[in-house]
């Protein structure tokens, strides 16, 4: 199966619709995630302050981003 740039925002997506709803404090222990500014990042596409739609490549740089697509990657190929 080839992930696609669109399958790994909905994966983003979905990690930060549990992070919303998680009671516990620990979803984002599994999660791909980045520390950015000292906010938890799960979905680059998405400012950590404003929820507002984001180029994560002008938002949170190169290395950050690549680093999330890849590690996304590998966990969604994990799933199938």
Do not use: L
Request: proline share 2%; aromatic share 12%; charged share 30%.
């Amino acid at each position: 199966m080839k992930v696609t740039i669109e399958k790994i925002k909905e994966f983003a997506w979905q990690q930060m619709d549990g992070m919303w709803h998680d009671q516990s404090g620990t979803a984002t222990m599994d999660m791909v995630r980045f520390t950015h500014n000292g906010y938890c990042v799960v979905n680059p596409w998405m400012d950590e302050k404003t929820q507002k739609d984001v180029d994560p490549y002008q938002s949170y740089g190169k290395e950050k981003t690549d680093h999330f697509i890849r590690e996304a990657t590998k966990k969604i190929e994990k799933q199938h």
